[in-house]
């Protein structure tokens, strides 16, 4: 049977990074950076790149590529008891996006919102009270919030279009969805620079301090960056690999990911800095008050810049237009490439007709995605974003590593990618997947379930909540990741008969 391709490899290699370059590097990336040391966290992070996210890339690719399966497949055929750890990665993938894309409605509502420059003087009522319609607590799921609603909706019907005829369909918005937010973040940082105070803000951001590079915690966070970044033990790289010739360029293809997914999170980072430093010349406040991250830096802080624009409100709603849409472009290629990860998953293990499987494992999301339209959906974001991320993504990444590097032997994957690739990679990558990866992995992961245990319960919700949205969350995913790789495969002969017959 002929699996389905992308074009060329361009085309994967655009879809690779649209699905790493997401919200994460134009809100997260500037923040962690700044909080973290400055330049001085470059240091780190390049360290955890290095060690962790390329080899981690390089793992990813070559499971999917030399087995041309999604991922629970993939890993079940190097041995049967790993698919349920490609089960774990996938329904990670799963749970994520039923919240991403509750941000993604958020966002319409400010690419519309931007025409009328709809937030006035005060953006945080407008985010918490017009959009969200915040309830108190988790407790109370309070009703749909309408704005968000038909953002979601409209968020799932482009993920049906462009995921429709699969690799096809990807392979023609992917130049738009990754292409067109580099330019437009171009474009903001031209306005940025060009205002007084920006410089300042740049300065203030990249400021090295070298102190903190012998902290514990700038290692975490670094290395919880990058496998956030990177878009890794999300069964999302492993699919998209799977669609590529089994002999392509496995090592030069992981190299430009990551620098272009890195390029893509300094570019923000100068962008967010400058404006800032704008705000808080304009404002006559320090720019350290002004500094955060996510919705609120999104969602709030960056649309009190665009009123302060020079320009008056036309002015500001372009810029306004042009802000949102770069998020909205950052984030749908790594949506659907979360719902895409899923389609693999199941259409490889059952022998499924993929346009079907699209459409049902949509709706299936559509559904679990609703949760987050209601006014009670932000706390409940809050709290699943933060297991999934410090808990799910990381036992994946861990998985993996432990199942390749200590059950089926690092080497036999690199004399794989060796031969096929420019770039030879040394026996550094297998001390990096036997070793390093999975102490540094078990190492955070230590660390958080002690903060999260024996320190505080995560922002202060009740026990039950946590339980429900969090802990709950994992046992449910692996009691589900267990039952799918007990089921029996549908094996590829009797597909190949039926396909024959057709
Ligand atoms: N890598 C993408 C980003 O940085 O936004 C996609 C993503 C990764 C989204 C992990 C969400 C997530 F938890």
Same mark, same amino acid.
């Given at each position: 049977?002929?699996r389905e391709r992308w074009?060329?490899r361009?085309v994967f290699l655009?879809a690779a990074i649209?699905s790493a ?28 790149l290095l060690t962790a996210g390329i080899p981690l890339l390089i793992l990813e690719f070559s499971i999917g590529q030399k087995n041309q399966l999604g991922a629970p497949s993939a890993l079940g055929k190097i041995r049967k008891n790993f698919q349920?750890i490609g089960w774990w990665t996938t329904?990670?993938a ?73 690799t ?58 990058i496998f956030?970044?990177l878009s890794i033990a999300m069964g999302i790289m492993i699919a998209y690999a799977s669609y590529m010739p089994k002999d392509t360029d496995i090592v030069n293809n992981a190299l430009i990911t990551v620098f272009a997914n ?48 020079? %320009? &008056? ?11 949102? *849409?770069? /998020? !909205? #472009? ?7 490439s979360?719902?895409e990860s899923?389609?693999a998953a199941?259409?490889d ?44 993504l990381?036992?994946g990444g861990l998985l993996q590593c432990l199942a390749i590097g200590w059950f089926y032997r690092p080497e036999k994957l690199r004399e794989y990618f060796n031969p096929i690739s420019d770039f030879q990679v040394g026996r550094w990558w297998n001390v990096m997947v036997k070793w390093v990866i999975p102490?540094?992995v ?16 995560? %922002? &202060? ?11 709950? *969350?994992? /046992? !449910? #995913? ?25």
């Open positions: 049977m002929q074009g060329n361009v655009l649209g370059a997401g919200l994460g590097n134009a809100w997260r990336f500037p923040y962690i950076t700044y909080k973290y040391g400055g330049g001085a966290f470059l240091i780190p992070y390049f360290v955890a349920a329904l990670t799963f749970f994520i996006v039923a919240y991403y894309v509750g941000v993604m409605g958020w966002i319409w509502n400010y690419i519309w919102g931007s025409f009328t420059v709809a937030w006035g003087s005060d953006a945080a009522t407008f985010f918490t009270e017009k959009v969200l319609q915040v309830s108190e607590g988790p407790g109370t799921l309070g009703g749909f919030s309408l704005p968000v609603l038909i953002g979601v909706v409209l968020t799932w019907i482009a993920i049906y279009f462009i995921l429709r005829r699969g096809k369909s990807v392979g023609k918005v992917i130049w738009v969805t990754v292409l067109l937010p580099i330019v437009l973040l171009v474009i903001l940082l031209f306005r940025a620079v060009t205002l007084p105070g920006a410089i300042e803000g740049i300065n203030f951001y990249l400021q090295p301090d070298f102190s903190q590079i012998f902290h514990l915690d700038v290692w975490i966070a670094a290395y919880s960056q956030f970044t890195s390029g893509v999170s300094f570019l923000a980072g100068f962008t967010v800095f400058g404006i800032l430093g704008y705000m808080a010349k304009t404002q006559g406040v320090p720019i350290a008050e002004l500094a955060t991250e996510g919705p609120g830096l999104a969602f709030i802080a960056y649309p009190e810049a665009i009123n302060m624009l020079p %320009g &008056g409100p036309v002015i500001a709603g372009f810029f306004g237009v042009i802000f949102f *849409l770069t /998020l !909205l #472009m950052l984030g749908i290629d790594s949506a659907f979360l719902v899923n389609i199941f259409a293990k059952w022998q499924l007709n993929k346009q079907k499987t699209t459409v049902t494992v949509i709706i299936v999301l559509f559904l679990a995605s609703l949760l987050f339209t209601t006014r009670g959906g932000l706390h409940w974001l809050d709290i699943m974003d933060y297991y999934l991320n410090h808990y799910a990381l036992l102490l540094v078990l190492f955070l992961l230590g660390n958080n379930f002690y903060r999260n245990v024996f320190v505080a319960p995560y %922002g &202060g919700y009740e026990s039950k909540y946590l339980w429900l949205g969090g802990w709950g *969350l994992l /046992l !449910l #995913m692996a009691v589900l990741s267990i039952i799918f790789a007990a089921i029996k495969d549908k094996s590829l002969n009797s597909v190949d008969s039926k396909k024959a017959n057709l």
